[in-house]
């Protein structure tokens, strides 16, 4: 039964006798204030106090004059900026507010005007230049992460067409985020009977815009818990006493290309040439003397939007839902709902432009939906094609409206008990499958293999079992190789007539391991090392397996070895590697494999790639001599159990701050070394009896 309000409020904190800060061992504010737009300064306030730095810089750049701030490194991200007009439409869409969200979007402006005004040595002089920050600038932030990273972002929406990829954000590469992982499990597979959610976002760990805070935000009407993107003024993976909600990033084709074809000055469609919208644009660059150089630029713009010259081509960029501007009121209204009615009603508008979203409720549900503005293709048409340049002269390719909520693939309550995604298409969501690609348009998610991290967590949770809250930390926190259990047993066999001495050791060794990345773990590495061999380096390389992937047999595909002796060579090749690098085959895992936040601090690894089929996700970044530290991965981890009263655990891995000198910056990597939670303090006496400091704004 769904618990009131006013026992919600209570339960997560008490009304403020005064708008304040308070600040826990951890770092993590708890905003408390007497309205709503006193907690958004509140929360202003505090990510200027914890991420000031990022913070300034972050809105320098989605205000499209961080040329004009800092130089001319930042000249290409204005000029996309402003190609797509996005800092006149994103004063459009704050007009566009309700009155009480303008209020509290220039409320959290204030917070950190605020903030930073009391504290003035807190950033440096040359971030000052952005102040003061206004509620135009946050709705400009919220705007570029959204439609200029998420959707379409210039590095692929430039990229030439020879080397496009049409891949999200998955596990192809060293030097990928690696995705996200999201849980619910319902109350008839708990052993407690109370629904729990997992929110497993991963994304780079370098201090930037998609840097994770944490916090506790309570007002009337408004008491929520969980973390967002610094910068953004409301909670994107939050819970409150009835609810929780957390998001991966999915493949959803929110933008789409159109290669023009060109005539002199003009552009062909449906036979006729016709001119370009041609709009002069502006911009200042700072020069290395401080001086400031205007540069203009000629904007070309067809019906299909912008137009850009990337390589050979000329390309034009469109975007869905640019009249949609209520992203951040929709994350505010979620995390107000208290049932799944409410919830839904909220995704309904279709404001937020993409993402999984992975669902829980104290009344038991369960909820994944494939979520976004997608374009409605009247034509048809596989997501592959939509995702590559679509040709350009036809009008019946450009795309009017958007698809209805009933368009988008979702599941509730599935009778496997659960749902999950891991970056994946949304057919796997849940054991046994109940979502079938057939009825959904083509366009609406790519036919792209399952990758084996997605494959491990849905093997995770498939089954009938009851799972504990303990079971469900404990298998949050696996960090055993699906690659592995299903690899070693056929790489042995296809190894065991070989005399090679190197190969015998490199046998004798996988055979002796137990298939986990721990610190302690001495096989891990030659196993990765012959993995990338055998998968490519981006561990997504099929063709050495015997089976190929298959939406028939999703999670124990792809299998078998295809050609023993070359799989054999690969191992003897990984083995001298290996050795070479650090002068034994068997280095301890997290000898080599270290949690660093940026700081002189680190402790021994754990976890790993996603394409070996880790759970436990840590991209890793190139190897200095023989160490590594990452570069990506596990970031915000959260468990939740909506019992009475509700039991929620996390951590952070690099810390609730990136201040130069502040203390919370690598405070939790003994925490995720140890794979170990901390307890959240959900009500004000857990917070008081583990206060840091108070700030009263």
């Known amino acids: ?132 920050i206004t509620g135009i600038d946050v709705m400009a932030h919220a705007h570029r992460l959204m439609q200029f990273l998420y959707v379409a972002p210039m590095a692929r929406m430039l990229t030439p067409p020879a080397a496009f990829t049409a891949t999200g954000i998955g596990d192809a590469g060293e030097g990928d985020a690696g995705g996200s992982n999201g849980w619910a499990v319902a109350p008839a597979r708990s052993a407690s009977g109370a629904a ?44 409150n006493n009835n609810l929780g909600f957390t998001h991966t990033v999915n493949n959803m084709l929110g ?20 001119p370009f919208r041609r709009v002069t644009k502006a911009l200042l660059i700072r020069q290395p003397d401080g001086n400031l150089r205007r540069e203009t630029f000629v904007q070309r713009h067809s019906v299909h939007g912008p137009v850009f010259d990337v390589g050979d081509e000329v390309i034009a960029v469109r975007i869905a839902g640019l009249d949609r501007p209520g992203v951040l009121q929709a994350y505010l209204d979620m995390g107000k709902a208290q049932d799944f009615n409410g919830f839904e009603s909220v995704l309904k508008r279709l404001q937020i432009p993409s993402f999984n979203i992975v669902y829980a409720d104290r009344a038991g549900h369960v909820f994944h939906i494939s979520n976004g503005i997608l374009p409605r293709h009247q034509t048809g048409g596989s997501h592959a094609f939509w995702a590559g340049l679509v040709p350009g002269n036809r009008s019946d390719l450009i795309a009017t409206e958007i698809e209805p909520y009933e368009s988008l693939p979702k599941a509730l309550d599935p009778p496997g008990g659960y749902v999950q995604n891991a970056n994946d298409t949304p057919w796997v969501n849940s054991l046994p499958r109940v979502i079938k690609p057939a009825d959904y348009p083509a366009h609406v998610a790519s036919s792209d293999p399952m990758s084996l991290r997605a494959q491990m967590s849905a093997r995770l949770l498939a089954g009938s079992d009851k799972i504990s809250f303990a079971e469900f930390t404990r298998r949050k926190l696996t960090t055993t190789s699906l690659m592995a259990d299903r690899m070693k047993g056929a790489l042995l066999a296809a190894s065991a007539a070989s005399q090679d001495s190197d ?194 704004y």
Do not use: C
């Open 255 to 274: 933008a789409t290309r159109y290669k023009l074809e060109v005539a002199g000055d003009r552009y062909l469609l449906d036979g006729k040439a016709l």
């Open 1 to 132: 039964m769904k618990l009131p309000v006013l026992l919600l409020a209570a339960m997560l904190a008490s009304p403020a006798s005064a708008d304040e800060v308070l600040w826990d061992k951890w770092g993590v504010p708890h905003i408390e204030a007497s309205t709503e737009a006193g907690a958004f300064k509140g929360f202003g306030w505090a990510q200027a106090a914890s991420h000031g730095n990022i913070l300034l810089k972050i809105y320098g750049e989605s205000r499209a004059r961080a040329a004009e701030y800092w130089g001319p490194d930042y000249a290409p991200l204005d000029r996309y900026l402003i190609a797509h007009d996005a800092p006149a439409r994103s004063l459009a869409w704050y007009k566009a507010q309700t009155p009480q969200m303008r209020s509290n979007l220039d409320a959290f402006a204030a917070g950190i005007n605020a903030y930073i005004a009391a504290h003035p040595d807190h950033v440096p002089a040359e971030l000052k230049r952005v102040l003061p």
């Open 503 to 696: 190969v015998i050791a490199a046998r004798e060794l996988l055979a002796g391991w137990d298939n986990r990345f721990q610190p302690d773990s001495r096989g891990a590495i030659l196993f990765e090392t012959w993995a990338k061999r055998f998968a490519g380096p981006g561990l997504g390389d099929q063709s050495n397996f015997t089976i190929a992937w298959t939406l028939d047999d999703p999670v124990n595909t792809p299998n078998g070895i295809r050609d023993a002796s070359a799989a054999t060579a690969m191992l003897k090749a990984a083995a001298a590697e290996v050795k070479t690098r650090f002068g034994r085959l068997d280095p301890a895992y997290g000898d080599v494999s270290r949690f660093n936040a940026g700081e002189a601090t680190s402790a021994p690894g754990n976890g790993g790639l996603g394409g070996l089929g880790l759970f436990r996700t840590i991209t890793w970044g190139p190897w200095q001599g023989a160490t590594r530290v990452p570069q990506a991965g596990e970031t915000w981890v959260n468990l939740i159990e909506f019992s009475t009263p509700i039991r929620a655990i996390a951590t952070m891995s690099y810390g609730n701050s990136s201040q130069p000198g502040s203390p919370h910056r690598s405070d939790q990597l003994p925490l995720i070394s140890e794979q170990r939670f901390r307890p959240l303090w959900l009500t004000r006496a857990e917070v008081e009896r583990n206060l840091e400091r108070r700030d009263v």
């Open 196 to 239: 729990m959610l997992l929110a497993n976002p991963h994304l780079p760990w370098a201090p930037s815009l998609l840097t994770y805070y944490e916090a506790q935000i309570n007002a009337p009407g408004y008491s929520v818990y969980g973390a967002t993107q610094v910068g953004l003024p409301v909670l994107r993976f939050a819970f």
